[in-house]
């Protein structure tokens, strides 16, 4: 039977899915620290060279250091949009992140992915999406038939956003791919990060989508000033009190 497995995740690795199926696919590899951990549990429900093609939702080391092992371990094709490629091709330690996790970005062969593709693998179908914002070239997979979402680290189940801040993110970017997500029927929500759910996956994208934009960063600037100006009669007691002690001060010596 068809099955999403949920694998990876340990330490800063990303989730790695494995989708047991006529022909299995890996969306993501995590970072390369727990590659033989993660070898033996893929192994547990499929032969490795069972795997054609891994998919890869981002160029983000957590979820691609260990794309060229797994490559080679299973020959196996590996997928990444356009955007993305370059970076996973040529081993770019920076724009990957990989030098934050203190590794080097191992250069993989890829084959570029496109808004609007399909991906089957039998039971399921998917069809990839370009969601821009965490990185330039993100992509989720979207089974309309299942209502199955994988959405790397556009949006995480229980209200979490992905990170714009980082090399090739956008802010109003993330917002027009969340708010395109909020727009599908999702059961199952498969993200790149913390736990999948089997159903309600719109209601987490919904929720994410209205952190994101409700509480942009001016509103969460203001939440973090309110309580200071609901205390605000106080604050400006304590700095009278304050000001007289200098005036006193300055009495006392003859300071002008
Ligand atoms: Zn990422």
Do not use: C
Not at 37 to 52: A, K, L, Q
Not at 145 to 166: A, K, M, P, Q, Y
Not at 186 to 195: K, T
Not at 227 to 244: A, G
């Amino acid at each position: 039977m068809a099955k999403i497995h949920v694998l990876g995740g340990m330490g800063y690795d990303s989730n790695i899915f494995l989708v047991e199926d006529d022909d299995p696919i890996l969306v993501d590899t995590g970072t390369r620290y727990h590659l033989r951990r993660n070898v033996e549990d893929i192994e547990e429900i499929v032969p490795i060279t069972d795997i054609g093609s891994i998919i890869l939702t981002h160029r983000h080391y957590d979820h691609t250091g260990g794309a060229a092992e797994l490559a080679k371990r299973s020959g196996a094709e590996v997928y990444v949009h356009r955007e993305d490629a370059n970076a996973v091709r040529i081993g770019d330690s920076v724009s990957t992140g990989a030098r934050n996790f203190d590794d080097d970005q191992e250069r993989v062969d890829v084959t570029l992915l496109d808004e609007g593709q399909e991906l089957s693998t039998g039971f399921y179908n998917f069809m990839v999406l370009h969601t821009p914002g965490h990185t330039v070239g993100g992509i989720s997979l979207y089974d309309i038939e299942h209502r199955i979402l994988l959405s790397g680290d556009t949006v995480f189940t229980n209200g979490g956003v992905g990170r714009w801040d980082l090399p090739t993110g956008n802010y109003d970017q993330l917002v027009a791919s969340i708010e395109l997500l909020s727009k599908l029927d999702v059961d199952g929500l498969y993200p790149g990060h913390m736990a999948a759910v089997a159903e309600g996956g719109s209601d987490h994208v919904k929720m994410g989508l209205r952190n994101l934009t409700e509480f942009s960063r001016e509103e969460l600037l203001m939440s973090r000033i309110q309580p200071l100006l609901e205390h605000s009669d106080e604050i400006l007691k304590l700095i009278e009190e304050r000001k007289q002690r200098v005036t006193d001060v300055k009495t006392k010596f003859e300071i002008e």
